[in-house]
Every structure is written in C-alpha cells, then in structure tokens.
C-alpha cells in the first residue's frame, strides 16, 4: 500500500496521499450506509459513540459526522478495521502495532459548512502514548472547492505548546486557528488539498493541522476517516476530564488501565495478532 517514497513525503510533510485505498466495489454501498446511518438507522442495534448530526433534526449546511459508526454498521466496520490500514498506519507511525480509537463517518453536501483546523493529538490527554495516526477515505472524487482535506504542509514538526484552540464545527475562519499557530512558531504557512479519486485519500501525523473548507462545489464529499493509537496504549486517568476524554473514558476498567479490545481493537500487530472477530 505505501512506497518508500510514500513513508518519506509522510515524514517530511506529516501526510501523504494515496490514489486507491478501498476496493471500487466498495464505495457505493458505503454511500448507501452513510444514508441510513444519519438517518439513524444502525444495523447492529449498537448506537455510535457520537451523533453530531441526524437529518430532520439538524441545521442542513452543516457538515454531518458520527464518530464510531463501525459500532453500529458491518460494512462500516469492516472498512476501517482493516488489517492493511492498520499495517500501513503503525508503518507510519512507527509502532509494533495499531489498535482503532475511533472512526469518523463524514458527509459534507453542496453547500455545507467548514470545519475548523485542529491538531488531532491535541485532544487525547485521556490515553498515552499521546499520538494518533489516521487515515482518511475519500468515497467522492474530491478537489479543492468542495470541502476536501486540507492540511499544514510540515505542521507536525511544529512546536506543541500553547496551540489556540477555535470552533469545530462550521467556524467564520476555519483557517483562523493554524494561522495564527504558524505565526506564533515563525513558520511559512503551506496548506495542501486532498484531491484524490474515489476509493483513495491520505494519511496524516498526529500533530498535523487540518481542516476543510465550506463545499463550494455541486458534489457530495462523504469520507471515513480511522483513527489510530499504538497498540500499546493505555488509559491516562488524569486526562480523562480534557479533550473527548469524557466521551471515550467511559470504557475504562474499574481495576487497570488496559484499553479493552472490544472497544478499541488491534486492528494489526508486528507478531501476526489481532483481535479476535473482527
């Protein structure tokens, strides 16, 4: 899945792209689940851990996300559980393995909103190691005025303290935020579009900063995005209160911190495990 060139652009650039991800065969039953998931329509009977958008209930421009919608649907879940991710993630990453923390499900039609830039590690005080790799699934032809992935060319290199936080969801500057992070650091602002086919996308570093824009285009954009920790992360008690430690410490075990499989599954490790049904 990824070249040598491919593991040194990441390094270099804090993501790199990628032109096939998923089989072509894929993708429109994939679009077909995104419609009954914000429906709320979950075919598992297990609800996601996250509903940030459901239709008839919510503002129509903005961008419609559920988190962990592998919980509540098989095909969802055997796209982002896939154990070829998994190895290219902990590739990147460095790590004798990739354990899944949590998938986002995300559609952004005609007209939709932005979402603010933000640094993924920024909100994961509630695990450690603090580190998250992802990989992001374009399931629509993307290009740069339709609301695509941007991210801060060598962002990841970038110091971490003081980072400014900003709004999420649908901000009047979804740039506003890594703006003023670069000029803070003294560095040379670089933002790059994903623009890939269907079926391809990237994958980006932890510390990388990113967003996306409103769609100005007449296309969809719907995209699955995995987001990983090492398979050797555990729960850190003392971060549960920040970022979405609220949502996601509910799963810690009342007597070690062991990230529980069932919850946060390895989806790949160096010596040929993985977790067991997925």
């Known amino acids: 899945m990824l070249a040598v060139e491919d593991v040194e652009s990441f390094l270099a ?9 998923i089989v072509p065969k894929l993708i429109e039953p994939l679009k077909e689940r995104f419609e009954r998931l914000f429906r709320g329509e979950f075919e598992t009977g297990t609800a996601p851990d996250e509903v940030n958008w459901l239709e008839e209930r919510d ?26 991710l998994g190895e290219a993630v902990a590739t990147l990453a460095g790590w004798p393995g990739a ?9 952004k039609p005609p007209g939709a ?44 290199q970038w110091p971490t303290e003081a980072d400014p936080f900003g709004e999420f969801h649908a901000p009047d ?10 000029e803070a650091v003294g ?25 996306s824009g409103p769609n100005r285009s007449d296309r969809h954009r719907r995209s699955l995005v995995l987001h990983c920790a090492s398979s050797e992360a555990r729960f850190n008690r003392d971060g549960f209160g920040q ?36």
């Open 173 to 182: 500057d979804y740039r506003a935020t890594v703006t003023a992070a670069a």
């Open 13 to 21: 650039d804090g993501f790199v792209t990628v032109d096939s991800l």
């Open 243 to 278: 970022g979405n430690g609220p949502v996601y410490s509910r799963y810690a075990r009342l007597t070690d911190d062991e990230m529980d499989e069932n919850h946060f599954p390895i989806l790949w490790r160096n010596d040929g495990y993985r977790t067991p049904g997925i």
């Open 113 to 156: 909103r932005s979402l603010g830039f933000h640094r993924d590690n920024a909100y994961l005080t509630w695990y450690a190691p603090t580190e998250m790799f992802s990989c992001w699934i374009a399931l629509d032809g993307t290009v740069a005025d339709g609301g695509t992935l941007e991210i801060a060319r060598g962002s990841h």
């Open 59 to 84: 503002d129509p421009t903005l961008t419609r996300q559920i988190c962990n919608g592998w919980k509540a649907d098989r095909l969802i879940a055997s796209t982002v559980l896939n154990a070829h």
């Open 99 to 107: 354990r899944i923390v949590q998938d986002n499900v995300l559609w």
């Open 187 to 211: 560095a040379a602002l670089d933002i790059a579009a994903v623009e890939v086919p269907a079926g391809g996308g990237s994958f980006h570093h932890g510390w990388a900063w990113h967003g």
